[in-house]
């Protein structure tokens, strides 16, 4: 209680609608996910950051936070070789889990993708849910394991607190509040928990669920010194490259950032209507995913994978253009290889079963 107790002055002028340093931000951050049990300072960090609007400072500490608490990843790969494309969730609606199945193009491309995962908050399959399917049990996969399978297969899921015994608290409040008691609102953790890696990545994308956020993200990843990021908001309110409408650009290069807007016609794209994107029940989504990997899905949800498994391309310098990028991501796609990385890490980490009987109900 009295460490609990030392941040209550940090608190209360976040409470009274005042900037924290990053420096402060760290320190309440780390206290709260070491010492709160009951998950009630969690959720007022959480709710008063939220509400007074959080700074590129503020978040910065908040991932600071993470690198002193996290157990770090090594694996014998140059770091320009690894991305991750998670981004933040928290989409007007719902649509196939677009990071998650694009994330398995870049590994058949033959980068590492380290697939930060987490649990569905505002929707019925996040990428645990989706990993889970096929008997990958994100909460078994210890350092050594997860270690092993990126380098062997070139993606594996994780979940970092279940790895790292100083997050191991904070992964059982978050849980308590999100899961247990099913609170579903997007927070400051969900802004930011998967710019965050274990491993030092200087490429990536990021999809924010809102346009308000993107200039902050983009100064937040020049702070964390990413040597290239692209992040992005769907305008018809997604968290990932729409092919439905205009998706807004941030293009974070070292120190130096481009703002610009495209449509899916400039990125080579057939615009489509939200239907066309939509999923609906788990079991619906997790179909949907299958067919995309093994390139039969519809052309709506296919695009929408391969045009943000393209931008990570772009962003790993692989392709000139994100237009590029896409159409790489397509070949891919269609030549089946995304879903041979499927089976592999299935054979190495899940239930084979699992996967033939979901490709026996495609049938």
């Known amino acids: 209680m009295e460490k609990l107790q030392s941040i209550d002055h940090l608190l209360a002028k976040l409470i009274d609608g005042h900037d924290l340093t990053s420096e402060e931000t760290e320190r309440l951050h780390s206290t709260i996910s070491l010492y709160d049990t009951e998950g009630y300072h969690y959720a007022i960090f959480l709710a008063g950051l939220h509400t007074k609007g959080e700074t590129a400072d503020e978040l910065f500490g908040y991932i600071e936070s993470f690198r002193k608490l996290v157990t770090p990843l090594k694996i014998k790969v140059d770091t320009d070789r690894m991305i991750d494309l998670s981004g933040t969730g928290g989409g007007a609606f719902k649509t196939i889990n677009v990071s998650t199945a694009a994330s398995f193009v870049v590994a058949a491309a033959g980068y ?32 050594e394991k997860i270690e092993k399978t ?9 979940y970092v607190p279940y790895f790292s015994p100083k997050l191991a608290n904070r992964g059982k409040i978050s849980r308590k509040v999100f899961g247990e008691r099913k609170v579903k609102i997007r927070t400051p953790s969900h802004l930011v928990f998967n710019v965050f890696s274990p491993l030092p990545l200087t490429h990536r994308i990021y999809g924010c669920y809102s346009e308000k956020y993107l200039d902050i993200l983009a100064n937040l990843f020049m702070k964390l010194k990413f040597q290239r990021s692209l992040i992005f908001h769907g305008r018809i309110g997604m968290p990932e490259i729409s092919n439905v409408g205009e998706t807004v650009f941030i293009e974070q290069n070292k ?19 939200i239907g066309d994107i939509k999923t609906g029940t788990k079991e619906e989504n997790i179909r949907d995913f299958i067919r995309v990997l093994k390139g039969e899905g519809s052309r709506g949800k296919t695009d929408l ?7 990570a391309f772009y962003a790993l310098e692989d392709v000139l253009t994100i237009k590029a990028g896409f159409k790489k991501a397509r ?6 290889k995304s879903y041979l990385v499927l089976k592999k890490l299935v054979n190495k980490l899940g239930d084979v079963k699992l996967l033939r ?7």
């Open 331 to 336: 070949e891919i796609l269609r030549s089946g």
């Open 357 to 363: 009987n979901l490709e026996e109900s495609l049938l």
């Open 305 to 311: 994978i391969a045009i943000n498994a393209g931008a």
């Open 112 to 143: 590492i993708v380290a697939k930060a995962s987490n649990f569905g908050i505002t929707s019925p399959t996040g990428s645990v849910d989706i990993f889970a399917a096929f008997g990958i049990y994100i909460a078994k996969l210890n350092k």
């Open 255 to 273: 120190n130096r950032i481009k703002k610009y807007i495209l449509k899916p016609k400039d990125l080579g794209i057939k615009e489509v209507k």
């Open 150 to 158: 990126l380098e062997k297969i070139g993606i594996c899921p994780f």
